[in-house]
């Protein structure tokens, strides 16, 4: 009996969380990355791997850096 109350409750757990969570608005809490240039690295290209990829590469861009 107690075993099949365990998925109820992580259910009314993860309701709780995206209760809570959803409704909130990302931009209240903004990253403190935002703006700060980026890290200086090179590594290699995904389809050139003798060539070499660096921040310079992407000035004046738009562009996402996943740290």
Known sequence: MKK???PLGIFI???IFLGVGLPRD???IPSPLI???APLFT???LQAVDQQFAPK???G???????
Do not use: H, Y
């Open 4 to 6: 099949s109350l365990i």
């Open 13 to 15: 757990v993860l309701l």
């Open 26 to 28: 990302p931009r209240v």
């Open 35 to 37: 703006g700060k240039p």
């Open 43 to 45: 590594a290699p290209r």
């Open 57 to 59: 590469d992407m000035l």
């Open 61 to 67: 861009k738009v562009w996402l850096f996943n740290t």
